[in-house]
């Protein structure tokens, strides 16, 4: 006979083991994700988190800006002191050969001593031959003792370090024309000087400023063949993209940024700002 008491007790174990093999065949319970409204209170404060970024970008953008001024107006302090001291020598140098020619400029003017004719006496004879007048030509002093105008020496060509530092103090002041005429004369005539290349580079910033943006992708091209590797080559590459978007000329423009990104390995704070600027402009393909 079974025990009543044993036999629930079976009953209720087998309910409690068979809980979890019922749980596993019910379909899992889905909740329903939240539904986000956008309104335009969210939206304008995501947009003054973005201008927040923004902000703190052009903040620290300007500060490295200021901070190169700061070192390149040393570099022009030392530029302009090196001019000094060669206008200078040049002074000195040309000095000594002005005074011989203000010496032989004013020659002295021959003093004409007019004698008194002496008496005549019974031993001259009656009528005695007259004096000849005296002439202009006679009155004049000897071919040789003319004065004699020697042009003045030409003045030797400034060196390249002089013209680099007229022609960033010309820029400083926004004279941008004579600025290139300075950078011109080192490109053209000092082009094996090591001012060279840094004259192509500031001659395409020149341009590029005076919105001639052929003749300044010209520059910055030049300055690409003369020093490929050289540290205003992503300046370079950047100002060429610049220069490319001005002429509505794209294509260029992306392949200009492709190579300033595949061979600028390592650029300053300053230049990555300006090429991410540029690159923010228009989209590439």
Not at 199 to 225: K, M
Request: hydrophobic share 40%; net charge negative.
């Amino acid at each position: 006979m079974v025990n009543p008491k044993a036999a629930s007790t079976w009953l209720v174990l087998t309910a409690l083991m068979a809980q979890p093999v019922v749980a596993q065949t019910r379909p899992p319970v889905t909740v329903p994700a939240p539904t986000i409204v956008e309104t335009p209170a969210s939206r304008a404060l995501i947009r003054v988190d973005e201008l927040e970024v923004e902000f703190r970008a052009l903040t620290n953008r300007l500060e490295l800006i200021e901070a190169e001024l700061a070192t390149q107006k040393e570099a022009n302090a030392r530029l302009a002191r090196l001019f000094d001291e060669s206008q200078a020598r040049l002074a000195a140098a040309s000095s000594p050969s002005e005074a011989p020619a203000d010496a032989t400029a004013n020659p002295p003017t021959p003093t004409v001593t007019t004698e008194t004719s002496p008496t005549p006496t019974d031993a001259q004879p009656a009528n005695p031959t007259p004096t000849p007048p005296v002439t202009a030509e006679q009155t004049q002093p000897p071919a040789a003792t003319q004065a004699v105008t020697t042009p003045p020496p030409a003045e030797p060509p400034k060196p390249a370090p002089v013209l680099l530092a007229e022609a960033r103090l010309h820029i400083q002041r926004g004279e941008f024309q004579n600025a290139e005429l300075k950078l011109n004369e080192i490109v053209e005539n000092q082009a094996d000087s090591p001012e060279s290349p840094e004259a192509l580079w500031l001659l395409g910033e020149t341009r590029f400023v005076q919105q001639a943006y052929a003749p300044a992708a010209q520059a910055y091209v030049a300055y690409l063949g003369k020093a490929p590797n050289g540290p205003r080559m992503p300046n370079a590459y950047i100002g060429l993209a610049s220069a490319f978007r001005e002429l509505g000329d794209n294509r260029q423009r992306c392949l200009a940024l492709a190579e300033y990104t595949r061979r600028a390995v390592n650029p300053t704070s300053v230049q990555r700002a300006r090429a991410d600027a540029e690159i923010a402009r228009a989209t590439c393909p």
